[in-house]
T-cell receptor
Framework: DVKVTQSSRYLVKRTGEKVFLECVQDMDHENMFWYRQDPGLGLRLIYFSYDVKMKEKGDIPEGYSVSREKKERFSLILESASTNQTSMYLC?????????FGQGTRLTVV | RKEVEQDPGPFNVPEGATVAFNCTYSNSASQSFFWYRQDCRKEPKLLMSVYSSGNEDGRFTAQLNRASQYISLLIRDSKLSDSATYLCVVNYRGAQKLVFGQGTRLTINP
């Protein structure tokens, strides 16, 4: 079975902190994605990567950056966390048409 | 206008009923189409792909209308376990970018 693992299920951070969300997949997938999910807004794409060291902005990249130094790992970075970044963050990977998701990280910024 | 739009519901239907969801997409370059299911506090998982000729998987039928740019999902003889949020997903040609609708919440009542 494909496994996509996110480093934390729940995180509480203070405003202004630098936050790292880690995602690892074990199926040698080329493409990896970071989404955030908010009530009434669905999943919105933050960034995606189709190869090591390659990244593309999604629909809402402001306030975020990403890093993909190894194929299996895709990190989302909140440079200076703000309360409007409180959300559920979902990582996904694809090697074909189907996307496999991690279990999600619920981030609260206080 | 959102790239992928769904009626957010909620839909509340009795067990055994037939229920249908629609989803519209704005980009005619869209290549692949899917329905995902998301249970409460869980990650989304693929329910079924949607093919031009229409396809069926047990009680579930998916249809694609490229001319009108919409896809649909029909659930027959609904079960309590069908209660979930159903997400319409579109993959754009030339880019491994999955765009999600905001989801339709379905509750099946005994």
């Amino acid at each position: 079975d494909v496994k996509v693992t996110q480093s934390s299920r729940y995180l509480v951070k203070r405003t202004g902190e630098k936050v790292f969300l880690e995602c690892v997949q074990d199926m040698d997938h080329e493409n990896m994605f970071w989404y955030r999910q908010d009530p009434g807004l669905g999943l919105r794409l933050i960034y995606f990567s189709y190869d090591v060291k390659m990244k593309e902005k999604g629909d809402i990249p402001e306030g975020y950056s990403v890093s993909r130094e190894k194929k299996e790992r895709f990190s989302l970075i909140l440079e200076s966390a703000s309360t409007n970044q409180t959300s559920m963050y979902l990582c996904a990977s694809t090697g074909g048409p189907e996307a496999f998701f991690g279990q999600g990280t619920r981030l609260t910024v206080v | 206008r959102k790239e992928v739009e769904q009626d957010p519901g909620p839909f509340n239907v009795p067990e055994g009923a037939t229920v249908a969801f629609n989803c519209t997409y704005s980009n005619s370059a869209s290549q692949s189409f899917f329905w995902y299911r998301q249970d409460c506090r869980k990650e989304p998982k693929l329910l079924m792909s949607v093919y031009s000729s229409g396809n069926e998987d047990g009680r579930f039928t998916a249809q694609l209308n490229r001319a009108s740019q919409y896809i649909s999902l029909l659930i027959r003889d609904s079960k309590l376990s069908d209660s979930a949020t159903y997400l319409c997903v579109v993959n754009y040609r030339g880019a491994q970018k999955l765009v999600f609708g905001q989801g339709t919440r379905l509750t099946i009542n005994p």
